[in-house]
């Protein structure tokens, strides 16, 4: 079973980023993205799997920092 969850993915011009954290939900997601958007920066919500590359590389830095 594949569980779904959300992060907000920014762009500031041509810059794209996924941020690191983490949403059960879109609504929770987006409830964030609006109280921390940048001027000139532009945001949406995507869903992920559990086969997210954020969330392993996430992982990953957590595990070899301790």
Do not use: S
């Not at 949403?23 to 997210?52: H, M, S």
């Amino acid at each position: 079973m594949e569980l779904c969850h959300f992060h907000i993915v920014w762009t500031f011009g041509t810059n794209t980023r996924i941020d690191w954290e983490r949403f059960a939900n879109p609504q929770d997601a987006d409830r964030v993205a609006k109280l921390i958007v940048r001027p000139l920066e532009t945001y949406k919500i995507e869903e992920f799997d559990d086969g997210c590359q954020r969330c392993a590389v996430f992982r990953l830095g957590k595990k070899t920092r301790g």
